[in-house]
């Protein structure tokens, strides 16, 4: 009970400071505007880093749309077109997981 608080500088009027309270503010001073810009940078690269793999996942996804509906439209004969289709999709998926080909 009888020690106090370097943190709680807004509880001691200022004569009863000690140098290790004024040297704490300082520094809590001099950090952290610093600190908050970091902080900023980080928030913004890490978005800029989630919409990059967002975008190449959303990219890779129209390129599987999209062959999936060029095979639908050129090759429509019932069963044997989603036998075809099938077949690609899982060799494509196989493909991509093994090999990583984007």
Do not use: H
Not at 1 to 19: A, H, I, Q, S, Y
Not at 59 to 84: D, I
């Amino acid at each position: 009970m009888g020690t106090v608080d370097p943190f709680d500088t807004l509880e001691l009027p200022l004569e009863k400071v000690g140098p290790t309270t004024l040297v704490v503010g300082v520094d809590l001073l001099v950090a952290f505007p610093p600190f908050v810009y970091f902080w900023m940078l980080t928030q913004v690269a890490g978005a800029a880093l989630s919409m990059c793999v967002l975008t190449r996942l959303g990219v890779l996804l129209l390129k599987m749309v999209r062959a999936l509906a060029w095979r639908l439209a050129e090759y429509n004969k019932g069963a044997w077109t989603a036998l075809v289709l099938g077949t690609t999709v899982v060799l494509g998926f196989l493909r991509l997981i093994l090999t990583g080909a984007g």
